[in-house]
């Protein structure tokens, strides 16, 4: 049972470039999540998705944007990647039955890109 | 805006200890309260998660409590061993179903 795992685990990119991460779990999860982890803080929402079709934007949602195009997948892309943007991403899925809300959400290892 | 805290930033202890991390948060209408495990160049390990309606939770040595009157939960880790060793986030899921996080306690357990 692979759980979410996440490609590629490292990428370094020159400013400007764009790029797509793919998460995929194979738990028939239906909310996935992107998070950015950076120093000192605390993880933070990029865009979420409840379900295959649906995406909704998080507590920092602008430069990146999302595809779920089936249940299993969830893409995070960089359209013109920034030095800001340099961070550890996390892919993160959970089931909503049977205890709804309280259901943990189930993480990756984490992508860490450097834009340079 | 909901905030979540944790003090201290690090903790370094010896092996055998009890040992409490904190977690403080500034809206208390949340729906449950979690505690994650990150490990050097891993993604997070859900620990416990503490609903909204209860005051504790338990696994094995760990005890987590949450008050949400005053806006705190503690992570109470018994007989620290080596592989304790770990970044421990907490995290509260807030009105709009989003979990907040903190920044995280980064624990060393010293052998």
């Known amino acids: 049972n692979a759980g979410v795992t996440q490609t590629p685990k490292f990428r370094v990119l020159k400013t400007g470039q764009s790029m797509t991460l793919l998460c995929a779990q194979d738990?028939?999860?239906?909310?996935m999540y992107w998070y950015r982890q950076d120093p000192g803080m605390g993880l933070r929402l990029i865009h979420y998705?409840?379900?295959?079709?649906?995406?909704a934007k998080g507590e920092v949602p602008d430069g990146y944007n999302v595809s779920r195009l089936k249940k299993q997948n969830f893409l995070l892309g960089l359209e013109s990647a920034a030095p800001s943007q340099t961070s550890v991403y996390f892919c993160?899925?959970?089931?909503?039955?049977?205890?709804?809300?309280?259901?943990?959400?189930?993480f990756g290892d984490g992508t860490r890109l450097s834009i340079l | 805006k909901q905030e979540v805290t944790q003090i201290p930033a690090a903790l370094s202890v010896p092996e055998g200890e009890n040992l409490v991390l904190n977690c403080s948060f500034t809206?208390?209408?949340?729906?449950?309260l979690q505690w994650f495990r990150q490990d050097p160049g891993k993604g997070l390990t859900s620990l416990l998660l503490?609903?909204?309606s209860q005051r504790e939770q338990t696994s094995g040595r760990l005890n987590a409590s949450l008050d949400k009157s005053s806006g705190r939960s503690t992570l109470y880790i018994a007989a620290s061993q080596p592989g304790d060793s770990a970044t421990y986030l907490c995290?509260?899921?807030?009105?709009?179903?989003?979990?907040?996080w903190g920044a995280g306690t980064k624990l060393i357990i010293k052998p």
């Open positions: 995290a509260v899921m807030d009105s709009n179903y989003q979990l907040i």
């Open positions: 738990m028939n999860h239906e909310y």
């Open positions: 809206d208390s209408a949340i729906y449950n």
């Open positions: 998705s409840v379900g295959e079709g649906t995406t």
């Open positions: 993160a899925s959970r089931l909503t039955w049977p205890r709804g809300s309280n259901q943990p959400q189930h």
């Open positions: 503490i609903q909204s």
